[in-house]
């Protein structure tokens, strides 16, 4: 039985408001990983194409120019088929792009590791003065590749290397990338553990570093394979101190339920706990049906976020209904809500650090080249998993249990319960004898 620790996403449904419908896509259109742009006061969209319905195999970007907030130009749609542009990158750049621009300048950022000379790693273009310079470049410098120090993705198929199978975001000189934490399939037979990472590379490039989130995974913590952060949105707050996260987020137990999540952070890693600002569907391989656009309009008191609604391929029912969706956020709401949110004060690592544990198992297994296709992973996973005592201290505080007394919010979790019984909780952290519990 798989442990979940339990989330209850504080809710703020009132913070988007007045939705507006401001691209609708038709049959057969996958579009998806889009994101907005600020330059020379006016909007360019970017967006993944490619197979019918998931985009892929050989992804392609889509690019918009000189749209307003309504995502219009000159009164009509500035997401049609007349004004679609298509960049002529390689798929592996393509699959994963984020553009964005520095001291007036564009860039792109993008790129798959793996076999062969194509996926090559996250790749940065630029600058570029205009978006017909950005179109026709070529190809870009490696910024990190799959082996970079601190990157984890745990599937058999990587040997440790990260694969940079997820959107990217960037901002101030910060990269954010997934991170595979999980070992196996999920408890329902498909994919978990999708996370995110990040890296600085200005001035200088870093490590990777996972990024925590109170409540829902903690710096150093043993993964969960039903928990979902499947891409990372990460902005600059444009009227509180720090960065915004939205993240679509998919929680397999002990409830299954999907959102679109947004956190608050000082310093772009340590992220206050999520709050649901737009309630998503589960659906295929701990996704969700709906995905936050990467960008920000501020337009006088209010700012503007976007959400694609309904993915395509996502959910079986929703296939045709894909579109962009823009909501309200006043400015002095989305102040208050951050700064409400907000802890500045430093994080410090746990005394057993799951994370630390297996990337040194991984820098010993590399330097004895001891990276054959999930051999080693075991090796280095079993061992770095917290005593059953700490998973018992952990589920008791987690879910509220009060020993021989109340459930707390386990009460109707038979799983949290079997898993209690499993590891002879009672004992570990009772009183030393079965069923007899103390507080």
């Not at 259109?29 to 360019?44: C, D, H, K, M, T």
Request: net charge positive; charged share 25%.
């Amino acid at each position: 039985m798989l442990l979940a620790l339990s989330l209850t996403a504080a809710t703020a449904a009132e913070l988007f408001t007045s939705p507006k419908v401001v691209a609708q896509f038709g049959r057969q259109n996958p579009a998806r990983y889009f994101g907005i742009v600020e330059n020379n006061s006016s909007l360019i969209v970017y967006a993944r194409t490619g197979h019918f319905p998931h985009a892929d195999p050989n992804p392609r970007t889509l690019v918009w120019e000189k749209c307003d907030h309504n995502l219009e130009r000159d009164g009509t749609r500035c997401i049609s088929r007349p004004r679609t542009r298509l960049a002529p990158w390689p798929s592996s750049l393509a699959h994963n792009a984020a553009i964005y621009v520095s001291d007036g300048r564009l860039y792109v950022v993008g790129g798959l590791w793996g076999p062969g000379a194509k996926k090559r790693g996250l790749e940065r273009r630029g600058p570029f003065a205009t978006v017909d310079e950005l179109l026709a470049s070529e190809e870009g410098a490696v910024l990190v590749q799959g082996d970079h120090e601190g990157c984890v993705d745990r599937r058999p198929r990587q040997r440790g290397a990260c694969e940079f199978d997820g959107k990217v975001s960037v901002v101030d000189g910060r990269l954010y990338a997934r991170a595979n934490l999980v070992r196996r399939n999920a408890s329902n037979g498909m994919f978990g553990g999708r996370h995110v990472q990040v890296l600085s590379f200005e001035p200088s490039i870093s490590n990777f570093e996972l990024i925590s989130v109170r409540d829902y995974r903690s710096v150093g913590a043993p993964p969960v394979s039903g928990d979902n952060v499947y891409f990372a949105v990460v902005l600059r707050n444009p009227v509180a101190k720090g960065y915004i996260l939205l993240a679509p987020v998919v929680r397999e137990e002990p409830t299954r339920k999907a959102f679109i999540g947004m956190a608050f952070s000082c310093d772009g890693v340590h992220f206050s706990s999520l709050i649901s600002v737009l309630e998503s569907t589960p659906a295929s391989y701990g996704r969700g049906t709906d995905q936050p656009v990467d960008g920000v309009v501020v337009r006088g008191p209010n700012a503007y976020f976007y959400v694609h609604r309904d993915v395509p391929g996502v959910r079986a029912e929703e296939i045709y209904k894909s579109r962009l969706v823009r909501y309200t956020v006043p400015l002095a709401e989305l102040k208050a809500v951050a700064e409400r949110s907000l802890d500045c004060a430093p994080v410090s690592k746990p005394p057993l650090d799951f994370d630390a544990c297996w990337l040194a198992c991984l820098k010993r297994a590399r330097a004895r080249g001891d990276t054959r296709r999930g051999g080693f992973l075991d090796t280095c996973l079993e061992p770095c998993y917290p005593p059953p005592g700490d998973e018992c201290r952990s589920l008791r505080g987690t879910y509220g249990i009060v020993l021989g007394k109340s459930w707390g919010l386990a009460a109707d979790s038979a799983a949290v319960q079997a898993r209690w019984a499993a590891l002879s909780c009672d004992e570990l952290v009772g009183d030393g004898v079965a069923n007899k519990w103390r507080a």
